[in-house]
Structure formats: C-alpha cells, structure tokens
C-alpha cells in the first residue's frame, strides 16, 4: 500500500495506493515547479538535498519526496522542512513498496501539479539559482508558453567524506550544437549531462510517458534519449548548476 502523509502547508488529505492518482494528467498550477525525489534511506544525503531546493530563490515550488520502503521514519528529516509561513514552498512524502526509483518518479509525477518538472535524487544538491534561471529560459524562449521543452546547463560532481567535501570541476559550460549531437552522445556513450542538470515542461514529461521499470540500469539515460527522439527542444542556459 501507498500512502500520502501531508506535511508543511500541503493541504492535500491523506490518500492510499486505490485512491491516488496513477497517471499524470495535463492540468498544472501555473509556473509552480514540482520536485520529485525517490529516496530509501540515506537521510544524511536526503538532508542536503532538501536544504539546496529550499535555498532556492525561485518560489512556487513544491517537494514530493518519494519514500520507496525506508529502514528508519522519514518524518524527522521531512517536518524539518515544513515551513507554514512559507506559502511558496510545500512538502510531501508519500510511502511506497520498494519498486525501484523509475516507478517512484512516474508516480511522483502522477501526483505532482506544476509546470515545471525537476528530478532529482536523494544526493543531488543544486545552486540557488538553477531552478529561476531555467524556468526563466523556458518561459521567455516559449513566449511565455510553455509547451515542450527542456533546460539545460552547468554540473558538477560534489565529493564528500565524514570530514571533508570539495566541488569538482564545472562541466558543460556550452551549448550542445544541437539535440541530434546530444541524441548521439548519448547513443553512443561519449556525452553525459547528470538529470539533475535539467528542468523539464509538464507537457515534456507527458509526451514521454512513463519511466521504464523493467530497467537495472541507465533509467536516466533511457528517458533522456526517449526525450530527444520525441523532438523536444532542449535549451542551454549557462547559469545555476
């Protein structure tokens, strides 16, 4: 069974795996910017997650953390999230089976009501300015319509210890020439850009479909190359990582 615990000013009433949604559907609350988290433990990341999309400049967001069978209670770490004097920034965690992390995210997208789709996992942290800078591109290149499109841009890798972390490298500091050359790096296995790196349109995640759970690997790269055979456009914005 799944359930869906409400936390922060998410108003949403407590709703079990009959009575939730399954498929995403096309209505969305303008310009609010769904984040989609799968997690099974790892708290200690999870935490820095979640601090880096609070730090965002950019509001409305709203965080669907998606609990796929965890050893320990995840509410400490999500209440410690819940702000109610922050109208702009909700959290909810919904509890799951352990069916794997393309599952959780589809089902996560199937719950979610933005515009705006960003993915992330339970380690990824993202710049303060990331998600504005990409909804700005998306909005502005689309006439202020936001069809099929994604954003792209800057990464790094974050290493960490107990005792120690340091930022790698920037890495995709251009444009890609075009979706094809992306659609062959790919492919071909000579070009990488992490999902976090992107921000996806509603209408985007629709025309895909689902994430492949039949997958052990390369979930990410699959809906990615689904992505570009569909001929959405991709846009290269050189801020926020």
Request: aromatic share 10%; with cysteine.
């Amino acid at each position: 069974m799944t359930k869906v615990t409400p936390t922060g000013s998410c108003g949403t009433p407590d709703l079990t795996w009959t009575n939730c949604p399954h498929e995403m559907t096309a209505a969305f609350e303008p310009g609010l910017v769904s984040v989609v988290i799968p997690v099974r433990n790892r708290f200690d990341l999870l935490q820095q997650t979640l601090q880096s999309v609070y730090d965002q400049t950019y509001r409305p967001l709203e965080v669907i953390v998606m609990d796929g069978g965890s050893s320990e209670p995840i509410d400490p770490i999500i209440q410690r999230f819940s702000f109610p004097s922050d109208t702009g920034f909700t959290i909810v965690c919904v509890r799951l089976e352990s069916l794997g992390a393309p599952v959780a995210r589809s089902r996560g997208c199937a719950f979610s009501r933005g515009e705006f789709i960003q993915f992330l996992d339970s380690d990824d942290v993202m710049t303060p300015n990331k998600i504005d800078a990409q909804v700005r591109a998306l909005t502005i290149r689309q006439g202020g319509s936001t069809t099929q499109a994604v954003a792209y841009g800057p990464w790094r890798c974050l290493y960490t210890t107990v005792s120690w972390s340091r930022l790698g490298p920037p890495y995709q500091l251009e444009a890609m020439p075009s979706e094809e050359a992306m659609l062959l790096g790919y492919i071909a296995g000579h070009w990488f850009c992490p999902l976090h790196s992107y921000l996806f349109s509603r209408a985007t995640v629709l025309a895909v479909g689902r994430w492949d759970s039949w997958l052990a690997r390369g979930q990410d790269t699959d809906y990615l190359i689904r992505t570009l055979l569909a001929n959405v456009p991709f846009r290269f914005v050189p801020v926020g990582e």
